[in-house]
């Protein structure tokens, strides 16, 4: 069910009958107020400025073609041509209906499901998950519940760095450390911040061992049997660190979706080939070369993007151009997202430019450079530890749990501890991941437990608490909601806009999913929140004195706007409770 592509089809017949050309943008949007209507169809100025014509005689024309007796009672011509659509209450009641009997609320798979590679989360191996990586993964996830949610096919890919100089260090440190008799798991790297630095000190200071960690790097690229086997038992400890975050953060991640950038080795002599045979690339002292036009400075000097060193290693770059071969051409992708920091623009440019020239992406395929920006302290800075370290993923969650345990102590319910557990897991995570989701992907944010955490505003406790008020209303009155058939009748204004917004979760699908944007979904769904609480004010449910019909009306309302946070906060990758 989407209200604004049913408009936006029947505008454009209704203008094509009214004389104007096609491809004229029909300007359908939401109405911001209640008097402008429901729906504003707005395309008549800009058609009328094109054909030189009078916008509002115009816009006479469009209403004099346009068929909407089937879901408008009214509409208007409003200004210099705007065309105010007021949809009909039996619309409303016969679609929510619809959508009460539909796990999926009515909202309609992809006619023409789409294959989407998506890259997030991508964390660097040889040291344990940061801050930094939040956004990627957490936003990548939303995206690819959104894009499954409506039918698309997606292949989830976790491009690891797992390959690159700093292994060979890390390998020899670990060989020394096992040497000892020391306990991998519950010692060596039970802490791979510590043990990296440990790594680090060593290759800077003690004689030998950067000669050691070198050898070992090339002796790894070679495919020693020692160096490759020490590399397996650092990689595997590596990821199974992060696996426990994304349990904690309730991530779709899997040990499946992991295409690291080792994954690639085997594809990148052939890249390289490919880029020479084609004249893309080309010699630069020893190193191979990738000069773009396209991006050439303001000096006219072309791009310089570097595919091989002049040792003959590859790089970041050879991997993520055999990555765009593999997505495009061998799995076809439609589209091919990827969600990285910002600061990495430049790179992902020169390898769209270059993976095209080289038809390592094909033409059908878009690669979707997803950035997004950083998230802050209290000083505006990058975030970090009191003494200005990286802060660990893992560390955060926990104080996330940890503040939503405090926070939720001396709330008076009749829960068990257990009970009390998981609902301060559920609203400490939710709070992390709903203010990081909803700013804007591309901008940078200010991190703060006090508003994530707070039961005002837009907020995960906030929804999850609105989540529990209805859904307590059913077991106030000791309802089965999985079994309410009653007809709606949309009466009262906070009725009708609420019905309104219920109706338009599609809408807000399409946007999410079509510009990778989360923020979008949580946005939506703090406004139906609040919407609810001004419609449960205006219109009692179960007092006395309400009808029954009214009331069993109202209470299908109450299960979609239940059903719609649940399933929204489940796309934001977001738990509900039913009590807290
Ligand atoms: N591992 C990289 C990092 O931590 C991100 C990789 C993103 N994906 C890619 N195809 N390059 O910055």
Redesign the pocket.
């Known amino acids: 069910m989407n209200i604004k592509t049913i408009l936006i089809e029947k505008a454009n017949a209704a203008m094509g009958a009214a004389g104007i050309p096609e491809g004229s943008n029909p300007a359908v949007t939401q109405s911001t107020r209640p008097q402008f209507g429901d729906y504003q169809i707005n395309g008549a100025m800009g058609a009328a400025k094109a054909l030189k014509t009078n916008p509002r005689e115009l816009a006479q024309k469009i209403i004099d073609n346009l068929d909407v007796s089937d879901i408008a009672e009214k509409t208007e011509i409003a200004g210099p041509g705007f065309i105010n659509i007021h949809l009909k209450p039996e619309f409303l009641s016969n679609s929510l209906a619809a959508a009460n009997q539909d796990q999926k609320l009515a909202v309609a798979e992809h006619s023409q499901p789409q294959k989407v590679v998506v890259?997030f989360s991508?964390?660097?191996l040889a040291k344990e998950m940061h801050v930094?990586?939040l956004r990627?993964t957490i936003i990548g996830d939303s995206v690819v519940r959104a894009l499954e949610f409506r039918g698309d096919t997606v292949v989830r890919q976790n491009?690891?760095?797992d390959w690159g100089t700093q292994f060979g260090m890390l390998i020899a440190h670990l060989e020394d450390l096992l040497n000892q008799g020391v306990d991998l798991e519950s010692v060596a790297l039970a802490d791979l911040e510590t043990f990296y630095r440990d790594a680090k000190k060593r290759f800077d200071d003690e004689e030998g061992f950067a000669d050691k960690a070198r050898n070992y790097v090339v002796k790894l690229q070679s495919g020693d049997a020692h160096c490759q086997k020490l590399w397996t038992l650092f990689i595997d400890t590596s990821v199974k660190h992060s696996e426990e975050v994304y349990q904690r953060l309730n991530v779709t991640l899997t040990r499946n979706d992991i295409m690291a950038e080792s994954a690639y080795n085997s594809e990148l002599n052939t890249i390289i080939s490919l880029l020479k045979d084609k004249n893309i690339a080309v010699e630069d002292q020893g190193a191979q070369v990738v000069f773009l036009d396209e991006l050439a400075n303001k000096d006219g000097e072309p791009s310089v993007f570097i595919v091989q060193k002049s040792g003959g290693g590859f790089l970041?770059a050879t991997?993520?151009l055999a990555?765009c071969d593999y997505r495009s051409n061998k799995l076809g992708a439609d589209r091919i997202l990827?969600f990285?920091?910002a600061r990495?623009s430049l790179h992902f440019n020169q390898v769209e430019l270059t993976a095209r020239k080289a038809g390592l992406l094909r033409d059908e395929t878009s690669y979707e450079f997803s950035p997004f920006g950083t998230m802050m302290g209290s000083d505006g800075k990058p975030f970090k530890t009191r003494t200005g370290g990286t802060v660990k993923l893992a560390d955060l969650l926990e104080e996330a749990i940890s503040r939503a345990t405090d926070k939720l102590a001396d709330r008076e319910s009749g829960l068990s501890d257990a009970e009390r557990t998981e609902i301060a897991r559920k609203v400490g995570i939710g709070a992390v991941k709903y203010a990081d989701l909803s700013k804007h992907r591309t901008s940078d944010y200010i991190f703060n437990w006090d508003s994530m955490l707070s039961f005002e505003g837009a907020t995960a406790p906030y929804l999850q608490y609105a989540y529990t008020r209805v859904r307590s209303i059913f077991r106030k009155a000791d309802i089965d909601s999985s079994a309410l058939t009653a007809t709606i009748n949309i009466a009262q204004p906070q009725e009708k806009a609420l019905a309104i917004k219920l109706l338009q979760l599609e809408e807000v699908l399409d946007l999410m999913i079509s510009e990778a944007t989360p923020h979008v979904l949580c946005g939506y769904l703090y406004e139906l929140a609040s919407l609810y609480m001004t419609f449960y004010e205006a219109c009692p449910i179960l007092k006395d004195d309400v009808a029954s019909d009214v009331r069993d009306s109202r209470l299908v309302l109450c299960n979609l706007v239940a059903n719609t946070l649940r399933t929204g906060l489940d796309l934001l990758g977001i738990e509900v409770m039913e009590q807290m």
């Open positions: 890259d991508s964390p660097n930094g990586h990627s491009h690891m760095g970041y991997t993520d990555a990827i990285v920091d990495q």
